[in-house]
Nanobody, 114 residues
């Protein structure tokens, strides 16, 4: 079973940037597509980016052009660079397998506020 540890969240002003990291245990990481998800208070968890083993990426319109997902297979780590952050990006961010997530980690809190 893959264990996932997210980090890098925090409080940032609108227009600011953050870089999230997700360290995954186990070599299974190299053989799976990975995604970043988020859950805002009172809302369902949603996918914000995924990256395939080959490096292909995809984003919903809400973050396209602002978020960039990347992965380092040698380090079993996936990243999410978030630029031009908006208050509506406030949420707990999680990484997981895509398209079928496994067990969830604790996530990392992102708060966008002035």
């Amino acid at each position: 079973q893959v264990q996932l540890v997210e980090s890098g969240g925090g409080l940032v002003q609108p227009g600011g940037s953050l870089r999230l990291s997700c360290a995954a245990s186990g070599s299974i990481f190299s053989f799976n597509a990975m995604g970043w998800y988020r859950q805002a208070p009172g809302k369902q968890r949603e996918l914000v980016a995924y990256i395939t083993r080959a490096g292909d990426t995809n984003y919903p319109d809400s973050v396209k052009g602002r978020f960039t997902i990347s992965r380092d297979n040698a380090k079993n780590t996936v990243y999410l660079q978030m630029n031009s952050l908006k208050p509506e990006d406030t949420a707990v961010y999680y990484c997981n397998l895509w398209p079928i997530p496994g067990s969830w980690g604790q996530g990392t809190q992102v708060i966008v506020s002035s």
